[in-house]
């Protein structure tokens, strides 16, 4: 079975896995790297690093989110590496989003979703502002969707928490053209494969956003180093869930885990393994 009711049934099922709602980030930064990636070649570092947090998620978590424009700066090599990247976390039973933010219509979204699908992403990270037509064609290839709806950023309340002549918020409307899109793609634990970009920094809008999207999948940022909480993620949480996968938030964390310090005399590969096992550790608490 493939399309996107398949793609959140397997995240579910990884999540369930893991025990845990954690979603670790793969944003390969060179100036950020370890001292002794330090004299690589900048791809040859990426490429390492990006191994090295495959490796340290491997049965930790069920999820990870490499994040394109990491990769897209170096070019041909940094789209190869991102390819390699996707095959050895599917390899290894990981789901993949691709954090790409794409926005077009048409033939360019097209384009864009063949060749996210094709990459070997399960899901893609997708900017709704033109309209269903933004989010169709990547349901269409098969993916699933997170769709931005209220994100992390302080600045997007300049658009998204603007009233509407209707009453409700930019954010609220576009949660509710995700609620009816994603009614057709819902998998057997009641999650659609168009979820929606919730942030942990925005807790002030959940319970209303959770009340419009009562089956998305929320993914979150903003935990950790842009201020969020974990608590502030409970009323984000779906009503009567009976395991992880069914919370419908996948919570994420990226530079916690990619750059975590080593201990004295700790290769900074173990700091990363032990990073992931504290996020993982740390997100039960959510767990019903």
Not at 80 to 85: F, G
Not at 144 to 160: E, I, K, M, W, Y
Not at 260 to 280: M, R, T
Request: with cysteine; proline share 6%; net charge negative.
């Amino acid at each position: 079975m493939t399309g996107p009711q398949a793609m959140i049934d397997a995240m579910v099922a990884a999540i369930n896995a893991a025990d845990s709602p954690a979603c670790v980030g793969i944003d390969p930064v060179f100036a950020k790297m370890p001292s002794e990636l330090q004299s690589f070649r900048e791809t040859q570092a990426v490429e390492t690093l990006c191994t090295a947090i495959i490796d340290a998620c491997t049965g930790v978590v069920g999820v990870v989110k490499p994040q394109s424009a990491c990769f897209e700066r170096y070019g041909s090599a940094g789209y190869a590496i991102l390819e390699r990247t996707i095959a050895r976390a599917r390899d290894a039973g990981l789901v993949v989003i691709l954090d790409a933010k794409r926005g077009d219509i048409g033939s360019s979204a097209q384009h864009y979703a063949i060749g996210a699908a094709d990459m070997g992403a399960h899901f893609i990270t997708v900017s709704p502002y033109m309209g269903p037509s933004t989010i169709e064609p990547f349901l269409e290839a098969g993916l699933g969707v997170f769709a931005l709806v209220r994100t992390s950023n302080p600045d997007s309340d300049r658009l998204q928490s603007s009233a509407l002549v209707s009453g409700k918020t930019v954010a609220e409307e576009v949660g509710s053209m995700i609620a009816e899109m994603g009614t057709p793609s819902i998998g057997a634990a009641g999650l659609s494969g168009l979820g929606a970009v919730v942030g942990a920094t925005k807790a002030a809008d959940a319970k209303t956003l959770r009340e419009i999207m009562p089956n998305q999948m929320f993914l979150v940022p903003g935990v950790g180093a842009q201020g969020g909480a974990i608590e502030d993620v409970r009323t984000l949480l779906r009503p009567g869930a009976n395991s992880a996968g069914e919370l419908g938030v996948i919570i994420n964390s990226s530079r916690s885990v990619n750059y975590a310090s080593p201990k004295p005399g700790q290769a900074w590969q173990d700091a990363i393994h032990e990073a992931a096992v504290q996020l993982a550790a740390n997100l039960r608490v959510l767990n019903p």
